[in-house]
């Protein structure tokens, strides 16, 4: 196997952040006297997981070596992985056990039909977002709670590219900004993790990186997060905060993109505030039709 192997780069960058986030204390040892680096040393590390410093230290810098599923369970265990951050190790390793395929499957990702119907039903919002987060389709809800797109360029409908648009600023003034941008920045390792040389991924990434200190930052940290479900809270002109709770679910034989569905509790005041955000979209919607009436309607 090259030594150039883009899973193994990642694999080696994940494992440094996960060790410089460790501190001797975190696993029982004594930090002893002064330490070039903040977190373990790569000898410690190797010594808690029960390998050799050299071959530890081949697996970090993408070196030719294929650690087992044993190996792999050993490093989890030293660095205290948890069980996203362990499938995420194990994904990296068993790809970068394999060849570089000589042609990835990058084909354009689609919404089914039938999936666009669904949100056009679907009196919550809901989007349907692409493996890189590409915002690839959305029900009038979702325009109402997360602003129009329509004036923004294909390329430029992307969560992360948004969600660090310095034209944005309001959505910054929201308390839980950063463990927001933290879960698109997970989901992003998650694709990265598939195909890390993916000219979205890396054209996503490499203008946040040179544009953003903050992207920099989080980005360093190796996070990665599953896109399974969370809390958001929206600050929408007026309506006021909205915290709500979203979910994801894959499109059936599509594997890829997801639909991320926006609910909030029954009976809470954030319920009140979706249903006063429907009634004003709905207005403003009659007002649209009274102003420039559509053929045919």
Not at 210 to 216: C, D, G, H, K, V
């Amino acid at each position: 196997m090259s030594s150039r192997h883009p899973h193994a780069r990642e694999l080696g960058d994940f494992l440094r952040a996960r060790r410089g986030r460790l501190r001797p204390r975190d696993v029982g040892l004594e930090p002893g006297g002064w330490r070039k680096v903040t977190g373990l040393r790569r000898e410690e590390l190797a010594l808690l997981a029960g390998l050799s410093t050299d071959y530890y230290q081949r697996i970090e810098q993408g070196r030719e070596v294929r650690p087992s599923d044993d190996v792999l369970e050993a490093i989890a265990g030293a660095l205290g992985l948890g069980d996203g951050e362990r499938r995420h190790l194990f994904t990296l390793a068993r790809a970068a056990r394999r060849p570089v395929p000589a042609r990835a499957d990058r084909r354009p990702e689609r919404v089914p039909d039938r999936t666009r119907r669904l949100l056009r039903v679907t009196d919550t919002p809901a989007v349907v977002l692409g493996r890189h987060l590409d915002l690839l389709d959305w029900n009038p809800m979702a325009e109402a709670l997360l602003g129009d797109p329509t004036g923004y360029p294909p390329d430029r409908l992307n969560m992360l590219l948004l969600l660090f648009d310095d034209a944005l600023t309001g959505r910054r003034s929201c308390p839980d900004w950063e463990r927001q941008a933290l879960d698109c920045i997970g989901m992003m390792r998650a694709a990265v993790a598939t195909d890390p040389t993916h000219p979205r991924a890396t054209a996503i990434v490499g203008e946040l990186s040179i544009r953003s200190a903050e992207f920099r930052r989080l980005w360093a940290r190796h996070d990665v997060r599953e896109s399974v479900s969370g809390t958001k809270t929206f600050r929408v002109p007026g309506v006021g905060d909205i915290a709500l709770d979203w979910d994801t679910y894959p499109l059936p034989g599509n594997p890829g993109p997801v639909v991320l569905v926006f609910t909030a509790e029954p009976g809470s005041a954030d319920a009140d505030r979706l249903r006063l955000l429907a009634s004003l979209r709905a207005t403003r919607s009659a007002h649209a039709d009274e102003r420039f009436p559509q053929p045919g309607r």
